[in-house]
């Protein structure tokens, strides 16, 4: 028997042609990645279904009865072998299509059978396509009982290519038996403590991997299951406190202990409105961070409309009061956004804010070409530009600054982690603060998980006088009731957004939705009486611009858009936002969509258009919409309808590559991990007692092959 490292070639069954099938369709190259390839479901031949208690088509049945009658029915490619299998409660029929010869041969009408399939409805009838047969007087063993009612049957993910070389789901289920009876228990070594797994009564490493395979019942299956995610999670919270401990003790960060006129000229003169509670506790942490010495990489996670955009510029100020000791040069911030729209209405606002208080601002895009580039480059370099707000542009390399103390990173998701990580090099002396911000709120189990490295803080209050965003649903049939309230808001001065999909900006059908709803919004809201603006992707910036300013100035009361808009549109005079084809947006699109309106003091409106047919996702996703407004309630939802690989901008995390760990499913595991996790590195940070051993190894072992960006936002 060949060992867990040695090549999958040389296991029996496989051989070097489907070893290299192995290797391309499912990436097993060895016998420890095949032993680490689950089943993805089980079917349950541990009991015996009545005929007449099953009424689902597409269920895995499996009976016990006589069977009545066998004949073959129709000519050439039609025919067929029928047969009626009848219990004590009634009678399904049994259909093939294949190998009808040997069936002939091997059946016979009046015998006993343990009959195994899908059950599926024809003319109002069930019935079972090619199902599996065994006689009763075979199947029972020496005590009587029927041998294939006593398994769980693993099922594996497969392939046609896999197929074509005999290794459907029976074939591998065949070659994961050859190797387990091949393998002994001191092959498979504990990763575990004696004392944790005696703690939380969790089956031994060897018993989980055998049972996740074949599970004699429920039990054993879900004791396997169990133990493997537990250690999963435990090793991953290990993984990510160690990384967190590391950086704090090993990567120093510039003193800014001094709060000096800029920031309390702003806070005292300049801040338009009381911050929050919630506001100055934020500030506080981000004052202690950068007052220890150690660089500060802090989440700020709020709700649209929660105020980040402040506390990150107070948190710039208290940069900017600080000078680098050896020669006294003011250190500088820069704010990077992921759209022009965004960074601009970033530089907008700030620009406003801080007039009069003597600070420099620069904003650089892709856009910003020539002498005006130039002059923003050398303005920097010197030292002269205090803040730099801007797009990507602003991690090019021929962006210099001449003393960068904090880097701030907006809607950080867009950006991919190694571009994040551009930043951090951005300054000779070592690297700036880090602060990035989201407002797409991150649920708890996935920010422990994606961000467990970072100090996150949450701007759970939204400002006084903010009034809740009335949601509702419409289909088609009630498109004639949404275009006349948009018509009494627009006659009482308000503004209106139209929101049409747009996944892919390229895409050619999305494209033409947008221009045939413009158009029919044209026609039913016709000039002059109306003006419409129209924003999408494959614009240039700068007729963007000019379309979102004359919104901005009210000349226009509808702007038909695609999610261009999403983030960073602020005119508190639109109170409502109309969402085109809503069900081809996921929860936390519709929610920062959402966000656009209910700035200002009116009421305002989000109104959800589907057509009539939504799937179950579908419906579950508008009646949150409808249901709520709390950002992390909705982001839980969509945790748990689209899974932690599709959340936005969580596809960049390797860490994220569980055998059988559910973010969405698994909190409680997680957060017991969790606690376990800091419980054992508070006590034992380097794992070098002899009851952390194995935990210690394993890590090792893993670190290998592990490349880990935790440490860069």
């Known amino acids: 028997m060949p060992s867990l490292d040695s090549n999958i070639e040389f296991l029996k069954g496989v051989g070097p042609q489907r070893a290299e099938t192995l290797k391309s369709e499912l990436g097993i190259f060895t016998c420890r990645d095949l032993l680490f390839h689950f089943p993805f479901r089980y079917v349950d031949r541990t009991k015996f279904h009545k005929i007449r208690d099953v009424h689902s088509e597409g269920e895995m049945v499996q009976f016990r009865g006589i069977l009545r009658r066998l004949e073959t029915l129709g000519a050439g490619r039609a025919r067929r072998l029928v047969g009626s299998l009848r219990d004590e409660t009634g009678m399904v029929e049994l259909v093939w299509f294949q190998s009808l010869h040997w069936l002939e041969k091997s059946l016979q009408v009046g015998k006993e059978y343990i009959v195994f399939g899908r059950l599926s409805e024809f003319n109002g009838r069930f019935n079972i396509t090619h199902?599996?047969?065994?006689?009763?007087?075979?199947?029972?063993g020496e005590d009587g009982v029927v041998g294939p009612g006593k398994t769980f049957d693993p099922v594996y993910p497969s392939t046609d290519k896999l197929s074509q070389k005999g290794l459907d789901t029976k074939?591998?289920?065949?070659?994961?038996?050859?190797?387990?009876?091949?393998?002994?228990?001191?092959e498979l070594p504990e990763t575990l403590p004696d004392y944790l797994i005696g703690q939380f009564r969790l089956c031994s490493k060897w018993r989980a991997l055998s049972d996740i395979h074949f599970p004699e019942n429920q039990n054993d299956l879900d004791a396997a299951t169990r133990r493997i995610k537990f250690e999963e999670l435990l090793f991953l919270q290990l993984r990510?406190?160690?990384?967190?401990?590391?950086?704090?003790?090993?990567?120093?960060?510039?003193?800014?202990?001094?709060?000096?006129d800029i920031f309390n000229k702003f806070y005292e003169e300049k801040l338009p409105f009381e911050l929050t509670n919630a506001q100055k506790r934020v500030v506080k942490e981000l004052r202690a961070d950068m007052a220890?010495?150690?660089?500060?990489?802090?989440?700020?996670?709020?709700?649209?409309?929660?105020?980040?955009t402040v506390v990150a510029l107070m948190a710039m100020l208290i940069a900017l009061d600080n000078e680098?000791?050896?020669?006294?040069?003011?250190?500088?911030?820069?704010?990077?956004?992921?759209?022009?729209?965004?960074?601009?209405?970033?530089?907008?606002?700030?620009?406003?804010l801080l007039s009069d208080l003597g600070v420099t601002i620069g904003y650089l895009s892709g856009s910003v070409k020539g002498k005006k580039r130039q002059a923003v480059l050398e303005q920097l370099a010197s030292g002269d530009l205090q803040i730099l707000i801007g797009t990507h542009a602003l991690i090019e390399d021929w962006v210099q600054f001449k003393n960068l103390g904090i880097s701030i990173i907006d809607e950080q998701h867009r950006f991919g982690v190694e571009q994040r990580s551009k930043l951090w090099r951005k300054n000779p002396d070592g690297p700036p603060h880090v602060l990035v911000m989201t407002a797409t709120p991150i649920p708890r189990t996935l920010a422990m998980t994606l961000y467990g490295d970072l100090d996150v803080s949450v701007i759970d209050e939204l400002p006084p006088g903010r009034k809740p965003i009335t949601t509702k649903h419409f289909n088609e049939h009630h498109r004639l009731r949404v275009q006349g309230f948009?018509?009494?808001?627009?006659?009482?001065?308000?503004?209106?957004?139209?929101?049409?999909?747009?996944?892919?900006?390229?895409?050619?059908?999305?494209l033409q939705n947008l221009m045939s709803g413009y158009e029919a919004i044209s026609r039913d809201f016709p000039a002059p009486q109306y003006q419409i603006s129209i924003v999408h992707g494959k614009m240039k910036a700068a007729d963007k611009d000019y379309e979102m300013q004359r919104f901005v100035r009210g000349e226009t009361q509808i702007m038909v858009a695609t999610t261009v808009i999403e983030v960073g549109v602020n005119v508190p005079n639109a109170?409502?936002?109309?969402?085109?084809?809503?069900?081809?947006?996921?929860?936390?699109?519709?929610?920062?969509?959402?966000?656009?309106?209910?700035?200002?003091?009116?009421?305002?409106?989000?109104?959800?258009?589907?057509?009539?047919?939504?799937?179950n996702e579908g419906k579950e996703r508008i009646q949150t919409m409808v249901r709520t407004q709390d950002g992390f309630e909705i982001a839980e939802v969509d945790l748990k309808l689209r899974g932690p690989?599709?959340?936005?901008?969580?596809?960049?995390?390797?860490?994220?590559?569980?055998?059988?760990?559910?973010?969405?499913?698994?909190g409680q595991i997680l957060t017991a991990a969790r606690e376990i996790a800091t419980r054992i590195l508070e006590a034992d940070p380097a794992l070098a007692a002899p009851e952390h051993g194995r935990l210690r190894m394993h890590l090792a072992s893993e670190g290998k092959e592990a490349r880990v960006w935790s440490r860069i936002s």
Request: proline share 3%.
């Open 486 to 510: 948009m018509k009494e808001e627009i006659a009482k001065g308000r503004q209106v957004y139209v929101v049409y999909p747009m996944i892919e900006e390229t895409e050619k059908l999305d």
């Open 240 to 260: 990510i406190l160690q990384l967190r401990t590391r950086r704090k003790d090993t990567i120093r960060g510039f003193v800014f202990e001094r709060i000096g």
């Open 292 to 308: 220890t010495g150690k660089q500060m990489n802090r989440l700020v996670q709020g709700d649209v409309g929660s105020g980040k």
């Open 645 to 666: 690989g599709n959340i936005e901008g969580t596809q960049q995390s390797g860490m994220l590559r569980f055998l059988l760990a559910d973010l969405a499913r698994d």
């Open 575 to 615: 109170s409502v936002m109309v969402i085109e084809n809503a069900e081809r947006f996921g929860l936390s699109q519709l929610h920062q969509l959402r966000g656009r309106v209910g700035r200002g003091a009116e009421e305002s409106h989000c109104l959800l258009l589907t057509g009539f047919k939504l799937s």
């Open 324 to 352: 680098r000791k050896s020669d006294d040069a003011p250190f500088q911030a820069c704010l990077m956004a992921p759209t022009e729209i965004l960074a601009q209405q970033h530089f907008t606002g700030l620009t406003e």
């Open 131 to 140: 199902p599996e047969m065994e006689e009763v007087a075979k199947a029972a």
């Open 171 to 186: 074939g591998l289920r065949k070659l994961m038996r050859t190797l387990l009876d091949g393998l002994a228990p001191n």
